[in-house]
């Protein structure tokens, strides 16, 4: 299904999978009959969703395009969601087209959401957008890729975003635990060589779990802390940087 853009081309709703393989199979130059409706984004953009949920229900890498879409069109201003109730944690807040909560850098503060607010749109359980959401931060912080978890399951990449985020938090809480409270610029920059560090392992324990998966070994690895050489000046806990996804691997 499409509807016909500004330009006179034709801009899919859902079936970009199934074109794709036909284009690959055929050539750029196969004629494909498409159904064409007139919807605004709203409508474009729940189509969609619904359509990948019934053909590729049990696809993470297609919920998170479907996420990523929908969080994108909301920061653009495309598509409207419910505001946020005045009760919401800023722990679980999230600031469009920011995929970390709780961390108002790298969104805008006219386009907050949350996990529920985007279940509610696109007609899916909470839990399922939690473990979408996870899944992109943790793209976002440049641990995984979408590509790593490919061939995964709904229930396969949960286990790897949560043991993922379970490795960054545990650098993370044996830097806190090494070091008393100082407030200092020096402080500022060590704490950003917790984050990497925390990254890095994250990304060694997502990477290895999404292969074990693939292989059939059922992810038995586990979250370890790298060795991390003594800092010169002890962080402050309050200049760690958000754990992306929320401290709470649940939230």
Request: proline share 7%.
């Given at each position: 299904?499409?509807?016909?853009?500004?330009?006179?081309?034709?801009?899919?709703?859902?079936?970009?999978?199934?074109?794709?393989?036909?284009?690959?199979?055929?050539?750029?130059?196969?004629?494909?009959?498409?159904?064409?409706?007139?919807?605004?984004?709203?409508?474009?953009?729940?189509?969609?969703?619904?359509?990948?949920?019934?053909?590729?229900g049990?696809?993470?890498?297609?919920?998170?395009e479907?996420?990523?879409?929908?969080?994108?069109?909301?920061?653009?201003?495309?598509?409207?969601?419910?505001?946020?109730?005045?009760?919401?944690?800023?722990?679980?807040?999230?600031?469009?087209?920011?995929?970390?909560?709780?961390?108002?850098?790298?969104?805008?503060?006219d386009?907050?959401?949350?996990?529920?607010?985007?279940?509610?749109?696109?007609?899916?359980?909470?839990?399922?957008?939690?473990?979408t959401?996870?899944?992109?931060?943790?793209?976002?912080?440049?641990?995984?890729?979408?590509k790593?978890?490919?061939?995964?399951?709904?229930?396969?990449?949960?286990?790897?975003?949560?043991?993922?985020?379970?490795?960054?938090?545990?650098?993370?809480?044996?830097?806190?635990?090494?070091?008393?409270?100082?407030?200092?610029?020096?402080?500022?920059?060590?704490?950003?060589?917790?984050?990497f560090a925390?990254?890095?392992?994250?990304?060694?324990?997502?990477?290895?779990?999404?292969?074990?998966?693939?292989?059939?070994?059922?992810?038995?690895?586990?979250?370890?802390?790298?060795?991390?050489?003594?800092?010169?000046?002890?962080?402050?806990?309050?200049?760690?940087?958000?754990?992306?996804?929320?401290?709470?691997?649940?939230?």
């Amino acid at each position: 299904m499409a509807r016909i853009r500004e330009d006179g081309k034709p801009e899919l709703a859902y079936g970009h999978h199934r074109l794709r393989a036909l284009l690959e199979e055929f050539g750029p130059d196969k004629e494909v009959a498409l159904i064409i409706r007139d919807l605004d984004d709203d409508q474009m953009l729940k189509v969609m969703v619904r359509e990948n949920g019934e053909d590729w229900g049990t696809s993470a890498v297609v919920d998170q395009e479907s996420v990523r879409a929908v969080v994108l069109a909301y920061a653009e201003g495309r598509i409207q969601l419910t505001r946020p109730s005045s009760r919401v944690a800023k722990s679980t807040l999230r600031f469009a087209p920011s995929f970390t909560p709780g961390d108002g850098r790298g969104g805008s503060p006219d386009h907050p959401y949350t996990a529920p607010m985007l279940a509610e749109f696109m007609g899916w359980d909470v839990t399922r957008i939690k473990d979408t959401l996870r899944a992109l931060a943790l793209e976002a912080m440049g641990a995984l890729r979408t590509k790593d978890f490919e061939d995964l399951s709904l229930a396969q990449a949960r286990t790897v975003t949560t043991r993922a985020f379970q490795a960054y938090g545990a650098v993370e809480a044996g830097w806190k635990r090494r070091y008393e409270e100082v407030g200092t610029e020096e402080a500022l920059r060590q704490a950003e060589k917790v984050h990497f560090a925390g990254r890095e392992a994250a990304r060694e324990l997502g990477m290895k779990l999404a292969q074990e998966f693939r292989e059939g070994t059922r992810g038995h690895s586990q979250p370890t802390v790298p060795d991390l050489p003594p800092l010169s000046v002890p962080p402050t806990v309050s200049h760690f940087l958000p754990l992306p996804g929320g401290v709470a691997p649940g939230e």
